[in-house]
Every structure is written in structure tokens, then in C-alpha cells.
């Protein structure tokens, strides 16, 4: 069953720092980019970032640009969101999600996790 | 920054009946990249149309996605009760990335 499991979300404080994990299973893990989309309880789908195959290239929006740094192992199948920085509009719902394509994090993602919550608040 | 509007904000219909949901871009969305996904309570969004109107592994045929340029439609013929859920679309023609704020089919 291909499946991505997003951990490593919490409360932090402003200007504090996480870093969220995203294990995949089920398929191929470095035949494909991958992405994080947040989403505010209640609230619409924002995209934040997307890392290709190798991670050779990496893209975010403007809103985490410079605080927020992609990763992925292939090796160990895993992706990674280092959240610096943080501010309380930052408190969201993080979702993994697989892009079905190898050299392009700009498309549209084809399986998601259930996502992982970040709580921003003094 | 294209931003994506979508229409009706909810839709209040009984099963059966056809929903129809609009998505408008502020700009064209280059070779159709338009993607929907459906989103229920408390699970993660899930793939339903890409490249506008390819229908994702899983879908049934009640399921169509039409449009081009700004004007994206997405159609459910018939509404069946595990068609309620929240629908986004998304583009994915230029950067960044945007999604729209969704259209909520929900049980009259």
C-alpha cells in the first residue's frame, strides 16, 4: 500500500524551530518529487514547498522562503521540512504529499499523507 | 500569482441531483494544468481530476472535469452520499503553485 506518515509536529513558541519527517512506503520513493502542502483548520490548501527526485532542485513560497529548508533521503525513504523561525501564522496542518513526476516539484501531487499538526503560540 | 476562485463557496444539493463547481483563474492557466481533489472530514485530500479533465485511478465516470484558459468546471452527474466532501482545485502552470478556497457539496 503506498502510504506517507508525516511526524514530528507540535507547539512552539515564536522564532522557535521543528523539523517535520514524512516516512514513505509502498513504492518507489526516488522516482518522484515530493512536496509539503499546509492547511489551516477549516481553512483552503496552501502549497510550501517541493524538492525533486535527487534534491538537486527545491522550490518554496514566498511566505517560508529563507526560514524553511526541504530535504529527502532516499535512502531511508524519508522527506523533511526544517521549520525555522516559526510564526504564529505558521500554525497549520502539514501534509506530505508525492508528486508523480521525477525533475518537476512545480505539478499537481498524487498521493497524500494525513498530515501533522504545528502550533505556533506563546 | 494566479489566484484561483471558486464557486459556489457551498452547494446544498440531494443525491442524486448534478453538481456543478467552477473554478476561476485570474489569469490562463497554461496547457491546462488544473488539478481537483476532494477533501472529507478529518482525511487527507485526495487526487481526483489532473491535466483538467483526467480522472484519477479510483473515480467513478460520474466524475468529469472540463475547461480551459480560466474557466475550469468540475461535474458530478449524479451525487452519491460519499460524493460530500470539499473540493479544491489547483494549478500548476506557473509558480507558485496556488489551490483555490474550495466549494463544499454538502446534503440538503
Known amino acids: 500500500e503506498v502510504q506517507l506518515v508525516e511526524s514530528g509536529g507540535g507547539v512552539v513558541r515564536p522564532g522557535g524551530s521543528l523539523r517535520l519527517s514524512c516516512a514513505a512506503s509502498g513504492f518507489t520513493f526516488d522516482d518522484y518529487a515530493m512536496s509539503w502542502v499546509r492547511q489551516v483548520p477549516g481553512k483552503g490548501l496552501e502549497w510550501v514547498s517541493g524538492?525533486?527526485?535527487?534534491?538537486?532542485?527545491?522550490g518554496y513560497a514566498d511566505s517560508v522562503k529563507g526560514r524553511f529548508t526541504i530535504s529527502r533521503d532516499n535512502a531511508k525513504n524519508s522527506l523533511y521540512l526544517q521549520m525555522n523561525s516559526l510564526r504564529a501564522e505558521d500554525t497549520a496542518f502539514y501534509h506530505c504529499?508525492?508528486?508523480?513526476?521525477?525533475?518537476?516539484?512545480?505539478?499537481?501531487?498524487?498521493?497524500w499523507g494525513k498530515g501533522t499538526t504545528v502550533t505556533v503560540s506563546s | 500569482e494566479i489566484v484561483l476562485t471558486q464557486s459556489p463557496g457551498t452547494l446544498s444539493l440531494s443525491p442524486g441531483e448534478r453538481a456543478t463547481l467552477s473554478c476561476r483563474a485570474s489569469q490562463s492557466v497554461s496547457s491546462s494544468y488544473l488539478a481537483w481533489y476532494q477533501q472529507k472530514p478529518g482525511q487527507a485530500p485526495r487526487l481526483l481530476i489532473s491535466g483538467a479533465s483526467s480522472r484519477a485511478t479510483g473515480f467513478p465516470d460520474r466524475f468529469s472535469g472540463s475547461g480551459s484558459g480560466t474557466d475550469f468546471t468540475l461535474t458530478i452527474s449524479r451525487l452519491e452520499p460519499e460524493d460530500f466532501a470539499v473540493y479544491y482545485c489547483q494549478q500548476y502552470g506557473s509558480s507558485p503553485l496556488t489551490f483555490g478556497g474550495g466549494t463544499k457539496v454538502e446534503i440538503k
Open positions: 504529499a508525492r508528486i508523480p513526476a521525477s525533475y518537476y516539484y512545480f505539478y499537481y501531487m498524487d498521493v
Open positions: 524538492i525533486t527526485w535527487n534534491g538537486v532542485s527545491t
